[in-house]
């Protein structure tokens, strides 16, 4: 059975950084498409940033250029490093997968499994 823990979520000031983790256990393969979604306060689910078997990221408008998505295959470990946070990024933060459900590897992926999310506040 997959499971997927999530950590490093918390409150900040605008312009502050964080940096989330999400530790994978129960799949067989280390380098699944795997990727990070959020939901804010009465919003639909967001995805945000992918990164597939070969390491390509991706990532939605709202976060190019701040976020970045990576993975440690030793530690079966996935990141998401956030900068430059605004207000909006504020939300649960999810990670996903795998597997990954149909084709590609995107922020509009749909994925199997997903973790209990972590809470990310940003404040001015």
């Known amino acids: 059975q997959v499971r997927l823990v999530e950590s490093g979520g918390g409150s900040v000031q605008t312009g502050g950084s964080l940096r989330l983790s999400c530790v994978v256990s129960?799949?067989?393969?280390?380098?699944?498409?795997m990727g990070w979604f959020r939901q804010a306060p009465g919003q639909e689910r967001e995805g945000l940033a992918t990164i597939d078997s070969e390491g390509a990221t991706r990532y939605a408008k709202s976060v190019k250029g701040r976020f970045a998505i990576s993975r440690d295959v030793a530690k079966n470990t996935l990141y998401l490093q956030m900068n430059d946070l605004k207000l909006e990024d504020t939300g649960t933060y999810f990670c996903a997968g795998p597997p990954v459900l149909g084709p590609g590897c995107t922020p509009d992926s749909d994925f199997n499994n997903w973790g209990q999310g972590t809470q990310v506040t940003v404040s001015s």
């Open positions: 129960g799949y067989s393969y280390n380098r699944p498409c």
